[in-house]
T-cell receptor, first 113, second 108 residues
């Protein structure tokens, strides 16, 4: 079975540009999570969805960040405009229930110059 | 505030030696997860503990949740290079909150 698929794996862009990260969760998983990982702050939950509906976006840093889940098999995390401090590895994960084991994608390594 | 503390932050161990990583919470743990992350990759689920005193094993990795359900330890027996990576514990609150991880290096 395919795991969680994220794209792109690496993204390098200039400050001010729009960045879109994509995620395809495991089929049948009702929960989808977006995380950001940095050396300083570790792994932080940004937002999570249940059945395509955003449930908790309290971890989203600011209005420059937005996330959508138009259907059960696709989600996007968008940063507009991007800033150098957004540089991090962004992970998507999915699970069958909220407290269940989460399956992670390989992440998108984002560098904002 | 950090609700999950992992110790040590990093660990360098000779191949073949045993090691232990700890995860301590300021709250009662109603679900404790252990994940492993290889450098540059995503997290891999290792095991989940829910009951006080519960112990689970996966190959040479054993994790235990103490009776008071506020601390968990992960023990690796006869470490191998393949064990190198970052080990993260996560607690189930309203959602899963992760510790900052323990970086494990295995010397050949």
């Amino acid at each position: 079975d395919a795991g969680v698929i994220q794209s792109p794996r690496h993204e390098v862009t200039e400050m001010g540009q729009e960045v879109t990260l994509r995620c395809k969760p495991i089929s049948g998983h009702d929960y989808l999570f977006w995380y950001r990982q940095t050396m300083m702050r570790g792994l932080e939950l940004l937002i999570y969805f249940n059945n395509n509906v955003p449930i908790d976006d309290s971890g989203m840093p600011e209005d420059r960040f937005s996330a959508k889940m138009p259907n059960a098999s696709f989600s996007t995390l968008k940063i507009q405009p991007s800033e150098p401090r957004d540089s991090a590895v962004y992970f998507c994960a999915s699970s069958t229930y909220k407290g269940g084991a989460q399956h992670f994608g390989d992440g998108t390594r984002l560098s904002i110059l | 505030s950090q609700e999950l503390e992992q110790s040590p932050q990093s660990l360098i161990v000779q191949e073949g030696k045993n090691l232990t990583i700890n995860c301590t919470s300021s709250k009662t743990l109603y679900g404790l997860y252990w994940y492993k992350q290889k450098y540059g990759e995503g997290l891999i689920f290792l095991m989940m503990l829910q009951k006080g005193g519960e112990e689970k094993s996966h190959e040479k990795i054993t994790a235990k949740l103490d009776e008071k359900k506020q601390q968990s330890s992960l023990h690796i027996t006869a470490s191998q290079p393949s064990h190198a990576g970052i080990y993260l514990c996560g607690m189930r609150d309203d959602k899963i909150i992760f510790g900052k991880g323990t970086r494990l290096h295995i010397l050949p």
